[in-house]
């Protein structure tokens, strides 16, 4: 069964640190990029960050410099590192597996885990 779970969400003050986790039940090695969207209450859902199997980043405008993505091909894991974090970075947070990058191809998600900021 193809799954992604998630963990490492919860109520953090503002400026304060988190770290999630992705763990894959299928290997990564071959996925062409691991992502972590986030949606807000009444919000779209976004592309916070993302990394290719060629090992590039991306992310978006308001995570750069306080976000990382890292992802453990072996351990097929994807981490997000959070740091000075703000209260508009309040979300569900969902993995994301983007087999090829095409984007009509199926992709794979997580059940996503609530990540709050407020002191």
């Known amino acids: 069964q193809v799954q992604l779970v998630e963990s490492g969400g919860g109520l953090v003050q503002p400026g304060g640190s988190l770290r999630l986790s992705c763990a894959a039940s299928f290997s990564i090695y071959n996925i062409y990029a691991m992502n972590w969207y986030r949606q807000a209450p009444g919000k779209q859902r976004e592309l916070v960050a993302s990394m290719t199997n060629g090992g590039i980043r991306r992310y978006v405008d308001s995570a750069q410099g306080r976000f990382t993505i890292s992802r453990d091909n072996a351990k097929n894991t994807v981490n997000l590192q959070m740091s000075r974090l703000k209260p508009e970075d309040t979300a569900v947070y969902y993995c994301?597996?983007?087999?090829?990058?095409?984007?009509?191809?199926?992709?794979?998600w997580g059940q996503g885990t609530q990540v709050t900021v407020s002191s």
């Open positions: 994301n597996a983007d087999p090829t990058g095409l984007p009509t191809a199926r992709q794979y």
